[in-house]
């Protein structure tokens, strides 16, 4: 069965930096597409950003565009999502996520079969 396990988060200043990692541990899951949403206080849950199995195709949310960048790294089975230039409105808690097709890779979560426990980003202004 596989799992998913994220870490990275914290408190950093507006325009600082932060790396979310996502580990994903299981017989498949170098074949699955791992990704991020996050839910913000008051809102719900919203696309970020997602890589396929081999971190070949990646997609973004619209807040993520020019700012953050996946990346995937197979032999350890885990993406990173290095954030840039952040803002209070970043603030929240981003959630891993695992897709066994490339569906995640388009901001659907849909075909989505595990979900990590969430890491908490906050960014102070």
């Known amino acids: 069965q596989l799992h998913v396990v994220e870490s990275g988060g914290g408190l950093v200043q507006a325009g600082g930096s932060l790396r979310l990692s996502c580990a994903a541990s299981?017989?498949?899951?170098?074949?699955?597409?791992l990704g991020w949403f996050r839910q913000r206080p008051g809102k719900e849950r919203e696309f970020v950003a997602a890589?396929?199995?081999?971190?070949?195709?990646?997609g973004y949310g619209d807040s993520a565009q020019g700012r953050f960048t996946i990346s995937r790294d197979n032999s350890k089975n885990t993406v990173y999502l290095q954030m840039n230039s952040l803002k209070p409105e970043d603030t929240g808690v981003y959630y891993c996520?695992?897709?066994?097709?490339?569906?995640?890779?388009?901001?659907?979560?849909?075909?989505?079969?595990?979900w990590g426990q969430g890491t908490l980003v906050t960014i102070s202004s």
């Open positions: 299981g017989r498949t899951a170098s074949s699955y597409a």
């Open positions: 996520a695992a897709d066994p097709t490339a569906t995640l890779v388009r901001g659907n979560p849909i075909k989505v079969e595990v």
């Open positions: 890589a396929n199995w081999n971190g070949g195709t990646t």
